[in-house]
């Protein structure tokens, strides 16, 4: 799986959209871009995952470059219940195993 | 939407005890469960992957004979943790995966913080 590559840390104002990016150069045609996050001491929580189209959902928007190489994960009002790790993950169809990084740390602020 | 749960949510041990905790999904039929270890301030390592009714695979330098793992029902997988040592203290958390579209959507239960003394 291709691996990729995340800011370790990001800050956002409470009720303004946070542009999380992520690289993933080495993406291969059919590998698919997927959004988890773990807030404190939880399990991760599917965010949202897109293949090259952008996608939206009722958490977040996934824009993907047309090159695929990098995308960014947006939550349009970020709120203080999103302070988070956010991991980028890329992976295969079914049957292919989750790889978390190191992901990115969001702290929203009010 | 998909639940899963994990059971017991904390235990302390004594060192050279065995652990089992257990991942059920409360409302899909699991065909591969995940079991994953976080240690603090890092990012989770996935130890094995489970798939119903067959022997589980492990990752690279976790050892089967010490995490032992049971995926005997659609619902239901154990980890068990045998004669735990304090440097087996972690969060361990599971996943499950159900049969469906084609994308790799895992549903994660809350984790079990296991602490060794």
């Known amino acids: 799986d291709a691996k990729t590559t995340q800011p370790p840390s990001m800050d956002c104002a409470e009720g303004r959209a946070a542009n999380l990016p992520c690289n993933h150069s080495?993406?291969?045609?059919?590998?698919?871009v997927y959004w988890y996050r773990q807030i404190h001491s939880q399990g991760p929580q599917y965010i949202i995952h897109?293949?090259?189209n952008n996608e939206t959902n009722e958490m977040a928007s996934l824009i993907i470059t047309e090159d695929r190489k990098s995308s960014t994960l947006i939550l349009p009002h970020a709120t203080l219940r999103d302070t988070a790790v956010y991991y980028c993950?890329?992976?295969?169809?079914?049957?292919?195993?989750?790889?978390f990084g190191a992901g990115t740390i969001l702290r929203v602020k009010s | 939407g998909a639940v899963v749960s994990q059971h017991p949510s904390w235990v302390i041990c004594k060192s050279g005890t065995s652990v089992k905790i257990e991942c059920r999904s409360l409302?899909?039929?699991?065909?591969?469960m995940f079991w994953y270890r976080q240690f603090p301030k890092q990012s989770l390592m996935l130890m094995a992957t489970?798939?119903?009714?067959?022997?589980?695979?492990?990752e690279q330098g976790v050892e089967k004979d010490k995490f032992l793992i049971n995926h005997a029902s659609l619902t239901l997988s154990t980890l068990t943790v045998t004669s735990a040592h304090p440097e087996d203290s972690s969060f361990y958390i599971c996943?499950?995966?159900?049969?469906?579209?084609?994308?790799?959507?895992?549903?994660f239960g809350p984790g079990t913080r296991l602490t060794v003394l």
């Open positions: 489970s798939n119903e009714g067959s022997k589980a695979t492990y």
């Open positions: 993950i890329v992976s295969g169809e079914y049957g292919n195993k989750l790889v």
């Open positions: 996943s499950a995966r159900t049969r469906g579209p084609t994308y790799n959507e895992q549903f």
């Open positions: 080495t993406i291969s045609g059919n590998e698919y």
């Open positions: 409302d899909f039929q699991a065909t591969t």
């Open positions: 897109g293949l090259k």
